[in-house]
């Protein structure tokens, strides 16, 4: 599909737009992930409205403008975004494959002490998966780990 | 882009008239719909993902990060079936993400997670 030229388009209105235009695109990738050791695994879910959006390509902002704004959000001082602007104006990126897409996700939406260091422990802190590779009832949910078995 | 209307104010023939700032800050800026087990969705706007953080445990994160940590998400389930009373509750957000959790509470237990179906709204000023 054509999309329109939305360099300097509010991403609101990208989103809009996507959401009447595109189909939503339902991912069978997951990302499970530890953060922390008391805690059980948390698994990512794609949103597929999103994922068209990544998919089509020109709609999403590049993944280091989050990682701007999260700085911004870091400091003690922080009350509201005045960089809100990089998601709007910066050039929107190009179309994804549907994995180059997860990978972008991942820098977005896990935590970058997880993503950064995912093979540094004994064992992998993150893994992606198809949903199909997740237990298949929640009786035991919370008990959820990611197995041993991938250290090698 | 194509179809773009710019007005300050909307008029009715007879009910009177409305500022477009109403709609612009009215309108909910995230909203997502959440089956059983937070392990997938049905349908959103303006949601990059879900977290499934355990049971009853969910975390949704946005696309267009909200102005500042002081939007509004609204939080709901569905009852149906349910033996007890089952609450749809925000546990913290950011600009860019909510976190909730769908819980109950009985005589001999204090905030009991369980999964649920859930529904996010969220209001507030844009980034």
């Not at chain 1, 959000?73 to 009350?79: G, I, L, M, N, S």
């Not at chain 2, 089952?86 to 999964?115: G, L, P, Q």
Request: proline share 5%; net charge negative.
């Amino acid at each position: 599909m054509q999309i329109p030229d939305f360099k300097g388009t509010h991403l609101w209105d990208r989103l809009c737009w996507a959401k009447e235009n595109l189909e939503p695109y339902q991912s069978d990738y997951r990302v499970v992930y530890e953060d922390s050791i008391d805690e059980c695994a948390k698994i990512l879910v794609p949103d597929p409205n999103w994922m068209a959006c990544a998919l089509q390509g020109g709609i999403l902002p590049p993944v280091w403008v989050y990682h701007e704004l999260a700085k911004d959000e870091a400091q003690p001082d922080f009350k509201k975004h005045t960089r809100g602007y990089l998601l709007h104006e910066t050039q929107p990126i190009e179309a994804m494959t549907e994995e180059e897409a997860i990978e972008y996700l991942i820098m977005k939406d896990v935590p970058q002490s997880v993503w950064q260091t995912w093979d540094e422990g004994n064992r992998p802190k993150m893994v992606i998966c198809k949903k199909e590779q997740l237990p298949q009832t929640r009786t035991w949910r919370n008990a959820w780990r990611i197995s041993d078995k991938l250290a090698a | 882009m194509a179809g773009k209307i710019i007005a300050d104010t909307l008029e009715h023939s007879t009910a009177g008239s409305v500022t477009t700032d109403y709609v612009v800050n009215g309108s909910a800026k995230a909203w997502i719909d959440i089956p059983l087990g937070a392990a997938s969705i049905n349908d959103s706007f303006n949601v990059s993902s879900l977290d499934d953080d355990g049971t009853g445990d969910f975390g949704v994160n946005v696309t267009n990060s909200f102005g500042n940590a002081f939007h509004v998400p609204t939080a709901s389930n569905s009852n149906a079936s349910s033996t007890v009373l089952v609450n749809c509750v925000v546990d913290s957000k950011t600009t860019s993400a909510i976190e909730a959790s769908t819980i109950y509470v009985s005589s001999t237990a204090n905030r009991t997670f369980i999964d649920r179906d859930a529904h996010i709204t969220s209001h507030g000023d844009l980034a």
